[in-house]
């Protein structure tokens, strides 16, 4: 009777939550004094968005420019990401080590000058007639999506919130029709299934204001 319990509660236990890889040194990968000695003389600022394949232990693999700025800040933007970031890995669905694609933008300003925030900019933006109960303030909401090693979407997870579910349903369904993002490939040159995160954008036609 107790094994036959057993196997029923781990028959109907629910699917793992998908978690994607997270910074876990967050804020030390680039510093002062790795600001290009040429950009310093000039006095340039720039802002470079990376994308990191984060291997199933939390180790960058490999860097590549989304959008990039000046030549010297996109190379040194990946060689110190590659150099000192370090993850908590991902999961997939079934709780188990997964590669994930991890993306984000840093903005160099002069040292000295304190830190910027890198902008925000979503991957998706929706605009509706109307936000629910009279919101005008723009919604964004992040989605989890699970590719096989041949970039196609298995599965999406969106950011719950009790009062706005059907954003999350909207968002996976947005999330859908994306371009497929460069493979992930591990060390041997092999496509593998990986995660990777999007953000949806919804606000109000301003006609609806």
Not at 32 to 60: C, F, Q, S, W
Not at 94 to 122: L, N
Not at 135 to 155: A, M, N, Q, T, Y
Request: aromatic share 8%.
């Amino acid at each position: 009777m107790i094994l036959l319990w057993s196997m029923l509660a781990t028959a109907s236990a629910p699917p793992a939550p998908m978690i994607l890889a997270t910074p876990s040194n967050a804020g030390q990968w680039i510093r002062d004094d790795d600001y290009p000695h040429e950009a310093l003389r000039e006095n340039r600022k720039g802002v470079v968005g990376y994308r990191i394949v984060v291997t199933p232990t939390g180790l960058p693999q490999s860097c590549s420019i989304v959008s990039g700025s000046f030549d010297d800040f996109n190379q040194a933007t990946c060689a110190m990401v590659l150099k000192r970031s370090r993850f908590v890995p991902a999961a997939d669905d079934q709780g188990q080590p997964i590669y994930s694609a991890y993306s984000d933008r840093f903005v160099w300003t002069i040292p000295g000058s304190g830190f910027v925030p890198p902008p925000k900019i979503p991957d998706i933006e929706v605009v509706l007639n109307k936000l629910p109960g009279d919101r005008r303030k723009e919604l964004v909401v992040e989605v989890i999506l699970l590719f096989d090693s041949e970039g196609k979407i298995l599965k999406c997870r969106a950011e719950r919130n009790k009062n706005l579910t059907v954003f999350g349903d909207l968002a996976c369904q947005q999330a859908m029709t994306l371009p497929t993002p460069t493979p992930v490939v591990d060390g041997a040159g092999q496509p593998v299934r990986w995660l990777e995160r999007f953000t949806v954008s919804f606000s109000a036609s301003p006609s609806s204001h």
